[in-house]
């Protein structure tokens, strides 16, 4: 049993979570202080480290090839940076005012504790696991880890049958809906909204609906699933809703995620309405000098509401882990806060949004106005342009953006990092229609969509309220 702390002058920092936000953290930490200065320990309870979530549909879809491709950094090139990763070990119970974790090997149970003078919490999200009949049957999946996705391959390859249900029609249900139609199989996608992909308004989430039956794949939204029903082997067979059953050889879940505080709430740290960790700029834990926390696992704090949100996305989860090894190793980084830019697709349907959308505008108490706009991905003339969506939220007095929401083919989904700076900088629509974008023929029309619908906001704004 460790109960002592490193003597001399060496601290000990531990590191709670071993992908983006905590290997990223404890990575930095050792570039700024030696092993003479810093010993750090890591615990992870899976089988990977450092490694990319957000590509495991594409793996199991067939556009990567193996889990190897999607791993930045293994355990045995972090244990050469003299970084103490303790693999198949999960942190079961955090002392605070002890400065101690306990850990329990996840093969062998035993149980020891490790004191530390700094603390990293990386623990990432949990997917929600809805509480219903046949919900933990085979032939059910998550897709958060690697292990996950090993799994959803492991079932599919003794599975026979050719049909896929997708439950919830956010970032993972339209990809996970993509990799099934790659995959050759009959995908249905049952979603309690409206329309798919919440992050859009339903205007825009229409389109999205439009685009994947037009791929063969059957929406079904509006649905409340009641159970996932079970032949005689135990395996699913189907997915019940109150108005329907869908027959399912493989069901996957991907009705979103919930940070995973349940040591920290245990604990006593601070948590938000998200139930995420509260951090300061620095991504220290408020009220707690000498444990930091990062990922999935916190909130932050949105730019353009100025309300704390969770967003669980590996670009956050590796500049927390970056700020927080600057700091733990002395020197000094802040993360000021984010947009809620993201972009997806599934086949050829490219997706993006950053900032508002009206409900969060609402919510906020801003009052706003909306266009619309249809335009193409290159000069109308150069062949296969594309016809894209571009939606813009500007507020009515000032004309500030708000938010930006495009749905598209070839070349749309990134163009919404034009809007994600212009919110950072808090730019009016008007300043916009003068930003000096690239032009040719193959990649944009003189008038890029973004300035279009930018031109079509200022005008609705100088209008006035009607």
Known sequence: MDMSR????????????????GMSAASQARRLKGPDELEIVAFERGHFTSYSACGIPYWVGGDV???????????EEHRARDIDLRMRTEVVELDVAGGRVRARDVDSGAESWTSYDKLVIGT???PVRPDMPGVDAPGVHGVQTLDDGQALLDSLA????????????????VEMA???????????????????????????GRLVHKAMEDLGITMVDDAHVTELRTGDDGRVRAVVTEDAEYPADVVVLGIGVRPETTLAEAAGLPLGQHHGLLTDMAM???????VWAGGDCVEVLDLVSGQ????????????HGQVIGTNVGGGYA???????????KVCDLEIARTGLREKDAHRAGLQFVAVTIESTSRAGYYPEASLMTVKMLAERRTGRLLGVQIVGREGAAKRVDIAAVALTARMTVEQMTALDLGYAPPFSPVWDPVLVAARKATAKVQAGPR
């Open 158 to 173: 003794r599975t026979r049958g050719r049909r896929a249900v997708v439950i919830g029609a956010g970032y993972i249900g």
């Open 65 to 75: 090839s193996t889990p190897q491709e999607l791993i930045a950094r293994t355990p």
């Open 124 to 126: 990432g999200a949990r």
């Open 178 to 204: 993509e990799a099934f139609v790659n995959r050759g199989y009959d995908v249905t996608v049952v979603n309690r909204g409206k329309e798919p992909m919440s992050t859009l308004d339903p205007d825009m």
């Open 284 to 290: 220290r834990v408020r009220g707690h000098e000498n």
């Open 334 to 344: 802040t993360f000021p806060g984010v947009v809620g830019t993201a972009v997806s």
């Open 308 to 319: 704390e949100r969770h967003i669980a996305l590996g670009t956050h989860a590796n500049k």
């Open 6 to 21: 490193a003597r001399g002058t060496r601290e000990r920092l531990v590191v709670i979570g071993g992908d983006a936000a």
